[in-house]
T-cell receptor
Framework: RKEVEQDPGPFNVPEGATVAFNCTYS??????FFWYRQDCRKEPKLLMS???SGNEDGRFTAQLNRASQYISLLIRDSKLSDSATYLC????????????????FGKGTKLSVKP | EAQVTQNPRYLITVTGKKLTVTCSQN?????MSWYRQDPGLGLRQIYY???????DKGDVPEGYKVSRKEKRNFPLILESPSPNQTSLYFC?????????????FGPGTRLTVT
């Protein structure tokens, strides 16, 4: 099983649609989880953290299920400007010989929002 | 303006010619890291540094060196570049080691080794 796995997409959706991205991770010792967004040929930018209790930021909702080692990102009422690649990020954790700074990025899920 | 800067942004070089890509942040961040991004492979961590004089290998450190003599700078050194190091390189920083996943990325350096 890959350390961090995401559906590569692409997801092609109309404006206003609700889109869900999923991510699974293999290391149960991982402690930090984030979603990043990367526009074409640009640097990744932090979108939001992922907490066990779930967190929401406007149209974006992130969820973490530690038991299933699963992370999700929901985008409601999608906009054209949401078109980007969404990256799931997990820290490797101590029992894999890593540290909090040893981060694993998923390969990303590409989203294309059409008018 | 708070930012991470990288230089150069674009570089074409030949096999074996030593090069350095600089990375600097003006946010007094403790943690810094280097990544390479390749099609189909995503972002992979090369090296990271939790603080001055503390560096650790990431997933793909072979062929690279780093140093962290000052808090703001974290240069990436390729002693003898090879064509398989052709890639898009990103430097990133985070406020503290405990918040290492909250990273601020530089604009990237596109390196071609012929």
């Amino acid at each position: 099983r890959k350390e961090v796995e995401q559906d590569p997409g692409p997801f092609n959706v109309p404006e206003g649609a609700t889109v869900a991205f999923n991510c699974t991770y293999s290391n149960s010792a991982s402690q930090s989880f984030f979603w990043y967004r990367q526009d074409c040929r640009k640097e990744p930018k932090l979108l939001m953290s992922v907490y066990s209790s779930g967190n929401e930021d406007g149209r974006f909702t992130a969820q973490l299920n530690r038991a299933s080692q699963y992370i999700s990102l929901l985008i409601r009422d999608s906009k054209l400007s949401d078109s980007a690649t969404y990256l799931c990020v997990v820290n490797r954790g101590m029992n894999y010989g890593g540290s909090q700074g040893n981060l694993i990025f998923g390969k990303g899920t590409k989203l294309s929002v059409k008018p | 303006e708070a930012q991470v800067t990288q230089n150069p942004r674009y570089l074409i070089t030949v096999t074996g010619k030593k090069l350095t890509v600089t990375c600097s942040q003006n946010m007094n961040h403790e943690y810094m890291s280097w990544y390479r991004q390749d099609p189909g492979l995503g972002l992979r961590q090369i090296y990271y540094s939790m603080n001055v004089e503390v560096t650790d290998k990431g997933d793909v450190p072979e062929g690279y060196k780093v140093s962290r003599k000052e808090k703001r700078n974290f240069p990436l050194i390729l002693e003898s570049p090879s064509p398989n190091q052709t890639s898009l390189y990103f430097c990133a920083s985070s406020p503290t080691r405990d918040r290492a996943s909250e990273q601020y990325f530089g604009p990237g350096t596109r390196l071609t080794v012929t």
